[in-house]
């Protein structure tokens, strides 16, 4: 992950190279429920203002007022993130591992801390969202591969115990994809247009 060119959010998903848990597999629907419950109750019940409970407004303001990124604001954007990213994986069958609050469990993301005042610009983040648009609809349209691939997974994995390379680096591609958009759109992290790949 610490390449020269490297985009500043990067993510690695660690392939379970093994035969997966063929029973949590088939109820994976089902044993999403408290994982998903613990989601509503960290948003505040879909209440905030902010994208669940990732701090994007207020981001936004102290960059364009302050020209700062207070560290504690990045540090949970960045644990929450982790957090919502285990339990993608584990929802799209990438992991058998329940998600962990905690634990990166094989889930490596990695957003670089942005000094605001000499690395980002304070009037881009009013915009961002809006430049990231060509990104959102590719993505709506990978998603919707996503969703083909898992429900094919599910299949392999209940009748072969593992998920074929190909299909997950496909889903950590779309992850990683996603993942950068945000950094750019929605955390605010940096101001380098995100990439159209799934590298």
Known sequence: MEQKNAYPAELVLDYADRPMNRATTFFRPLMLIPAIILLVLLGGGGKTVSLGTVVVLPTLLTILFRRKYPKWWFDWNLAFVNFMTRIGAYACLLTDVYPSTDENQGVHVQLVYPQAG???NRWLP????????????VLMVLYVAVVVV????WFMILI???????MFKFVEGVFR?????AAYSVFLTTDIYPPF???
């Open 197 to 199: 790949s799934l590298e």
């Open 126 to 137: 009013l915009v961002k969202w809006l430049l990231a648009i060509p990104h959102y609809i």
């Open 160 to 166: 072969n115990g593992r998920m074929p390379l190909d």
């Open 118 to 120: 000499t690395e980002l």
């Open 150 to 153: 898992v429900v094919a997974g």
């Open 177 to 181: 994809w996603h993942l950068r958009v």
